[in-house]
């Protein structure tokens, strides 16, 4: 029996450390913008006052570790030592948007969230010291230092070192070549002159704080929008937060197909039918659905809920009509349609007006709906369609008929109303 009371003892245990530590979260790259750094002195305490903030773009929850470090990228695909690490460890649940400050005071770092509470635990390795030579940073998942130029657990970087641009080598602790994974994915690092202090500008006029964490990330990475000082005595308020706000993703609606309730099949109808088309897909974001004639957003028949299974009905349809269906509403503000051919059957015949040519012994016919024609005053008996000599019927509504010049012939059409009870015919001359 003791194995099996042993067995019982591990298996509560991990229950337990699942019920209080809660799921890690794993950033990807982008998933933090660094949103501002001082390096110079602090002249109101004259301490040594690094201070850097950062904004979360996506939501995290249960415990989440993010180290720093100020250690340069060599060309060779891997970092310079002798500078700091920061390893900060977050429990608490945060929204994207949420905007964290880590602040040293006298070589110990701490951790604040834009409520001014403490935003995690802090451990150091070396000294994370931000030069007012120019210096860079760089953000990644846990506390190990990312090994390749490649490596995923890369979140963020940002260099104000030297003119505008990445070195081509740590040659110092003040330079810093950029790993390729930052230039495989725009927008997630981010380059400046040198300049000891600096901040996005929350209220700048192309400055934005609310919207899709990819362009929040791109309007945060362009420099126009950012606020730079060179002097110690011009530090900036990292207290006074953004307040960012990241929007969710539009999703459009998607339709997998149109269906109708067609007894005769190919969503075709007897004249005066009712026609029920149903929507098979997803609104996505959408909240109406939109039945158009003409083109997508054309002439607005009607409007349902948007739902997978919503129907339109077409009360006593009298012509071959193509619809247009899309969504909109919520954040979808065009439609993007799917369009469907309702075939109407039972037509009256119609071939059209008599023609008299001149110049030519040809003439084109211009028949409506489905059917055929054919001869029935035959003239000389040399008349024949489509320019197939002995060719004396057609299925081609918009048809040739070529003849003798000075002879008079007569032309059928004939519509053919599957499924419906008539068919009906048309001459002309």
């Known amino acids: ?77 891997s970092f310079r030592t002798g500078e700091g690490i920061v390893t900060l460890t977050i429990t608490k649940t945060y929204s994207c948007g949420t905007e964290i400050r880590l602040d040293k005071l006298t070589n110990a770092w701490s951790a604040f969230d834009d409520s001014g509470a403490s935003a995690g635990t802090i451990s150091q390795a070396g000294d994370l010291d931000l030069s007012s030579s120019g210096d860079q940073l760089f953000a990644f998942n846990g506390s190990s230092l990312p090994n390749s130029e490649t490596d995923p657990d890369f979140l963020a970087a940002i260099d104000f070192e030297g003119s505008a641009g990445w070195d081509a080598n740590a040659a ?16 997630t690092s981010f ?22 964490p990819v362009d929040l990330r791109t309007n945060i990475y362009t420099a126009n929008n950012w606020q730079f000082e060179d002097s110690g005595s011009a530090r900036f308020d990292f ?49 109406t659905w939109n039945l158009y004639t003409g083109s997508c957003g054309g002439t607005l028949v009607g409007s349902t809920t948007a739902t997978d299974g919503a129907t339109f009905t077409i009360n006593s349809i009298a012509a071959t009509t193509t619809y247009y269906v899309g969504g909109t509403g919520g954040c979808v503000a065009s439609p993007t349609c799917t369009s469907i051919l309702i075939t109407v059957n039972g037509l009256t015949a119609n071939a059209g007006s008599d023609q008299k040519v001149s110049g030519s012994a040809t003439a084109n016919l211009s028949g409506n709906g489905t059917g055929s024609w054919s001869i029935i005053g ?52």
């Open 378 to 429: 035959a003239g000389d008996g040399n008349g024949y369609f489509d320019a197939v000599p002995g060719t004396f019927t057609s299925n081609n509504p918009t048809a040739t008929f070529t003849g003798t010049a000075g002879q008079q012939y007569e032309l059928q059409w004939t519509v053919t109303n599957v499924g419906c009870p008539s068919s009906s015919a048309d001459v002309v001359i």
């Open 239 to 287: 207290t006074n937060f953004c307040n960012f706000t990241c929007t969710a993703a539009c999703t459009d609606p998607t339709i997998n197909s149109l269906t109708t309730n067609s007894s005769i099949g190919s969503n075709t109808f007897c004249s005066g039918d009712n026609v029920v088309i149903t929507i098979n897909g997803s609104p996505g974001d959408a909240t």
């Open 1 to 77: 029996m003791k194995p099996f009371v042993y067995r019982i003892m591990f298996v509560l245990s991990l229950v337990t450390w699942g019920f209080f530590s809660g799921q890690a979260t794993t950033l990807g790259i982008g998933d933090i913008a660094i949103t501002g750094y001082n390096s110079d002195t602090n002249n109101d305490d004259n301490a040594d006052r690094d201070e850097f903030v950062f904004v979360l773009l996506t939501d995290i929850t249960g415990t989440t570790i993010i180290s720093f470090t100020d250690n340069g990228w060599q060309s060779s695909g």
């Open 172 to 187: 110092n602790s003040n330079t810093s070549d950029l790993p390729t994974i930052f230039a495989n994915n725009s927008g």
């Open 191 to 212: 380059s400046v002159a040198h300049m000891d202090n600096g901040k996005f500008d929350c209220t700048g006029t192309n400055s934005t704080t609310s919207g899709l």
